[in-house]
T-cell receptor, first 114, second 115 residues
Framework: QKEVEQNSGPLSVPEGAIASLNCTYS??????FFWYRQYSGKSPELIMSIYSNGDKEDGRFTAQLNKASQYVSLLIRDSQPSDSATYLCAAPVISSGSARQLTFGSGTQLTVLP | KAGVTQTPRYLIKTRGQQVTLSCSPI?????VSWYQQTPGQGLQFLFEYFSETQRNKGNFPGRFSGRQFSNSRSEMNVSTLELGDSALYLCASSPGLLTSYNEQFFGPGTRLTVL
């Protein structure tokens, strides 16, 4: 099993709908998670961080962390065409000694249809 | 506050050459990490520097190296370029060492093409 996995996608939703993006992780992952958005041809942009079980809301974005089931999700409410991008889930993974490296999922490509 | 800057933005090299990429982190940030992004392999960690010392290294050959200066600016070098080194190279800045809670912020990247 990869440390951080994103299996869903590509994902298309109509404008105004809720987009749901999911990520699962292994035991080697430190218990904090980051969601990045990457537009085509651009670099990743941090949009959400979540460190504890439960939900964290920021505007139209909600991150959900379920440690028992080892998954983290990102909900985008009232999706807009400008949300069309690849969404990357990332988490620190213990690599050697106490050193950690930020490990990324393969990304989910989201398209919001007008 | 200015973001992470990377230079150059685009580079074209031929096989066998070497290349040096530069990264200036966000003011006050002391950790710089480097990543390679390709369509096939996604985003992969190269190394992390903190206080002028390499603190962690990913699974890349020794042709990939880096350093960090006292002002936290960092450079990475790739020697004896191969076609497979064509990628987007990203630098990420963080206030401190990558722990469970330090967030990383990416620069715009350097697009390297090896012919």
């Amino acid at each position: 099993q990869k440390e951080v996995e994103q299996n869903s996608g590509p994902l298309s939703v109509p404008e105004g709908a809720i987009a749901s993006l999911n990520c699962t992780y292994s035991d080697r992952v430190s218990q904090s998670f980051f969601w990045y958005r990457q537009y085509s041809g651009k670099s990743p942009e941090l949009i959400m961080s979540i460190y504890s079980n439960g939900d964290k809301e920021d505007g139209r974005f909600t991150a959900q962390l379920n440690k028992a089931s080892q998954y983290v999700s990102l909900l985008i409410r009232d999706s807009q065409p400008s949300d069309s991008a690849t969404y990357l889930c990332a988490a620190p993974v213990i690599s050697s000694g106490s050193a950690r490296q930020l490990t990324f999922g393969s990304g989910t490509q989201l398209t919001v249809l007008p | 506050k200015a973001g992470v800057t990377q230079t150059p933005r685009y580079l074209i090299k031929t096989r066998g050459q070497q290349v040096t990429l530069s990264c200036s982190p966000i003011s006050g940030h002391r950790s710089v990490s480097w990543y390679q992004q390709t369509p096939g392999q996604g985003l992969q960690f190269l190394f992390e520097y903190f206080s002028e010392t390499q603190r962690n290294k990913g699974n890349f050959p020794g042709r990939f190296s880096g350093r960090q200066f006292s002002n936290s600016r960092s450079e990475m070098n790739v020697s004896t370029l191969e076609l497979g080194d064509s990628a987007l190279y990203l630098c990420a800045s963080s206030p401190g060492l990558l722990t469970s809670y330090n967030e990383q912020f990416f620069g715009p990247g350097t697009r390297l093409t090896v012919l």
